[in-house]
């Protein structure tokens, strides 16, 4: 560990950080102190800052064992960027059906919803065009006009390139493949902070095709310039690969009496395909790619047994075909299994409601956020271990500016395998019909550290028995 201390850069950034950690571990006072030596160190030469900051780390790890949760940091607006106002920007793309993408942008003036697309840059050979653009108003405030442009047929695996409403950058983007491999990227609750940056970074650097997101986005909470501003923040990511998302807490958005319409800022930018799926809101859809079947369930949506959304879900699962995807997968916010003292309980009522769907449908994973901390279960249904039930996993730790959850219940239930406090994303790798690797990628001092992996077999291969309970081989032999 204290090796992680001599990666040190000497920029202010990392220094700060380096201080909320250090205060954090060794209390205000040996923190303070600790500042001191770092700010006199700038003016040694490097070798006497490198040992200074080495002995520094001997004498705050042999305090300290584990990896220490960092302090929350504050949100970082982008501002607009575009040079005029036809321009798009907050570009971001999503799944529809298995060969199209919605592309979705705003501009600051009413222009035509038009795509311009094509497999060389700056060479379009394809156009689309959506629906009139969209526009919102909050209170006082006026969105700017919302794009929805569908395009294709387009050829899986394939890098297209793009401009929206024929103005403005070339954009690029890579359609996931047809058939299994697939990559997945997830994160849940990431908020605009530093820590915000940091994951997206991460995620980047990941070579996924599909990013999801368990809810949670923009933590705007009123503040609608903050919609913009985390669309400007994510727009690089989201404009290259699809963003698949559902709704959490933070994007309800209701004023008593001054407004009482619920997600309305999510709705108007974040329109998912959930008129594809036969679901009647955008609060809950499914999706299909590759061999893999997605369902993004609505926390906040009504889901009692005779609610459309529980109706919607029967229909969705019922339509499954394990055999064109092996995988099935379920995302929600508010988790049915958590053992954080925060949000204790609070996706109990709907885990009653649902869970008999998803045992029954022999789902593989729930992945949840809300808790802003990461844990993963064993196999569980009914709160107990069950081999046919899914593995239940929070990742709900993408960086805002609540920061971190780290209280967790003791003793720790033997339901739960892993539990940790810190920021980070989860990286899920569907290999084959029977075989997806998880990890979870700590932002462990700005650095992604897998800190938690294991294989998962499929439960669409497994017959009466399901799986062998304690699966967590850390090593898979087999040909992929
Ligand atoms: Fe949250
Ligand atoms: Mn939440």
Redesign the pocket.
Known sequence: MPGLLLKIRRDNAYIHIQFESLVVRCGIDKGIEAFMALVSSKTLPNMGFSILLYLLSMAVYSEAGDYVRPLPRPITPIPSTTTTDMDAEQVHISLVGSDRMRVTWVTKEDVPSMVEYGKSPGKYTSSAFGELASSYSYVFYRSGYIHNVVIGPLEANTVYYYRCGGHGPDYNLKTPPSQLPIFFSIA??LGQTDWTKSTLQHIQKSSHDVFLMP??LS?ADNQQPLWDSFGRLVEPLASSRPWMVTE???EVETILILMEHAFRSYNARWQMPYKESGSTSNLYYSFEVAGVHVVMLGSYAKYGTNSDQYKWLQGDLARVDRVRTPWLFVLLHAPWYNTNTAHEGEGEKMRIAMEPLLYAAKVDIVFA??V?AYERFTRVYNNKADPCGPIYVTI?DGG?R?GLASEFKKPQSELSLFREASFGHGELGIYNATHTHWSWHRNQDDESVVSDEIWINSLSTSTNSCQKLQESPTSYDGEL
Do not use: I, L, M, V
Request: charged letters at 20%; aromatic letters at 8%.
């Open positions: 849940g609750d809810g949670d933590y959490g807490n933070h956020g809300h802003h709900g805002n609540e």
